[in-house]
């Protein structure tokens, strides 16, 4: 199997380098292309739904988009050990009738030896917001690199 650096035991450097490159991941919105860093027998709980493998991956993720239009994250270390890392994180989107969302939540991740994410546990907590209250204004897609992360937002 080849490796999907940085992988395990992680520094603080590889592990903020791993949050970032999940994120960009993420801001793509392709859940094929996300779903190649996940094991493939990969083990979710996100709120309360269970995905397992690679193919339920991708079947979450197109319905999740579907859903959240115009989704823009930001993700930020929390913690690290070994070949764990927590991460807080909050993205915006809004649903078809043009209702704003920020949602905050908190993941922990487990990685192999190869640097894919065999668990992903996450707690999630949506607040309606106006859209005149967003704060992730990039063009979609990756979150350029002088836009603030989270602790520079408040968030």
């Not at 193919?55 to 913690?79: M, N, P, S, T």
Request: negative net charge; aromatic residues 12%.
């Amino acid at each position: 199997m080849t490796a999907h650096p940085p992988v395990p035991p992680f520094t603080r450097e590889s592990a903020i380098e791993k949050v970032r490159l999940a994120e960009d991941a993420w801001n793509s919105r392709t859940p094929e292309k996300v779903a190649l860093a996940y094991t493939e027998d990969s083990q979710w709980r996100n709120r309360g739904e269970w995905v397992i493998g690679r193919d339920e991956i991708v079947a979450f993720l197109a319905r999740k988009w579907a859903r959240e239009l115009d989704y823009r994250l930001i993700k930020e270390l929390w913690a690290f050990d070994g070949n764990r890392i927590a991460v807080r994180f909050a993205y915006e989107c809004h649903d078809d009738s043009g209702n704003w969302y920020r949602s905050y939540g908190n993941e922990n991740w487990e990685f192999d030896a190869n640097g894919l994410m065999s668990a992903r546990h996450a707690s999630i907590n949506d607040v309606p917001i106006r859209e005149s209250d967003r704060k992730y204004h990039w063009p979609l897609g990756r979150r350029p690199d002088g836009h603030p992360g989270l602790s520079d937002l408040a968030l």
